[in-house]
């Protein structure tokens, strides 16, 4: 069969099948949308599978069928999840995955470990300006020093704390 005769038939079912199967699948769903994105995969389904010949009724619909069973399947697993979200906030749970919270307290040791190794006056400065959002002139005036040199202290531990952070990757 040529390309053409393939466009045609798949034309020919398009027409003989998408009313059948709107009606089908607007008895089952609420959403005319969503309805028409089914009655589409449906489609999908049959020319990725077509061998050329005209499927028969049972076909058609057990393939619609298949798609409302595994639209239901899509939303127990959702309406599973998004209760065990909200159970697991009301319990206050973090939902984030093991590992990544591991990763994160792996690099927030890391954090602790770097600043701690700071100058105590350039641990002090880092921290007042980055973690306490303090001006750099307000820092200056209570360690009577300028501005630039506070500033010259806060490069000088996000020199070192990148370097250690990168160390601990």
Not at 37 to 60: H, K, M, N
Not at 128 to 133: A, G, M, R, S
Not at 138 to 153: F, M, N, P
Request: glycine share 2%.
């Amino acid at each position: 069969m040529d390309a053409v005769e393939d466009i045609d038939c798949q034309v020919d079912l398009y027409r003989r099948w998408r009313s059948p199967l709107m009606a089908f699948f607007r008895r089952r769903v609420d959403n005319q949308a969503e309805a028409e994105d089914l009655t589409q995969e449906v489609f999908v389904r049959i020319f990725r599978s077509s061998d050329g010949t005209v499927p028969a009724d049972v076909y058609v619909f057990q393939i619609a069928a298949n798609l409302l069973t595994d639209r239901s399947r899509r939303a127990r697993v959702r309406n599973r999840f998004r209760d065990q979200i909200l159970l697991d906030l009301d319990r206050e749970v973090e939902p984030i995955d093991p590992h990544r919270i591991a990763a994160s307290r792996e690099r927030m040791r890391a954090f602790t470990s770097a600043v701690s190794e700071l100058p105590d006056r350039t641990r002090t400065i880092f921290i007042l300006y980055k973690l306490e959002n303090m001006s750099q002139e307000t820092i200056g005036r209570t360690y009577g020093i300028s501005a630039s040199a506070v500033k010259q202290h806060v490069a000088k531990a996000m020199a070192v704390m990148i370097s250690k952070m990168r160390d601990a990757s």
